[in-house]
């Protein structure tokens, strides 16, 4: 059974820093990338940032400079450090995971979310 946990949300100031960690437990599947989206109040989910199993990451615009996405391979668990976090990033923040099967066929798995408020 596939299982998203993620970690590290809160409240910070800005200008701080925070960690989000996601572990995953994927049975039988194989990992070909797990990344982070967000989705504000009102607004649609986006992608935040990911990573690929060969290690090609993918940034949004928003955060690139800030943000950096790295994993503990052995521990299935990406990690995402947020540094000079600004208002408009609060938001919950999910754990994605695309999953590929025996057969070559690819699903995407979704954490909970963690609740992060960059507020003064």
């Known amino acids: 059974q596939v299982q998203l946990v993620e970690s590290g949300g809160g409240l910070v100031q800005p200008g701080g820093s925070l960690r989000l960690s996601c572990a995953a437990s994927?049975?039988?599947?194989?990992?070909?990338?797990m990344g982070w989206y967000r989705q504000g109040p009102g607004q649609e989910r986006e992608l935040v940032a990911g990573?690929?199993?060969?290690?090609?990451?993918v940034y949004a615009d928003s955060v690139k400079g800030r943000f950096t996405i790295s994993r503990d391979s052995a521990k299935n668990t990406v990690h995402l450090q947020m540094n000079t976090l600004k208002p408009e990033d609060t938001a919950v923040y999910l754990c994605?995971?695309?999953?590929?099967?025996?057969?070559?066929?690819?699903?995407?798995?979704w954490g909970q979310g963690t609740q992060v408020t960059v507020s003064s």
């Open positions: 994605n995971a695309d999953l590929r099967n025996q057969y070559g066929l690819v699903k995407k798995y």
């Open positions: 994927t049975g039988s599947f194989f990992i070909n990338a």
């Open positions: 990573l690929s199993s060969g290690g090609s990451t």
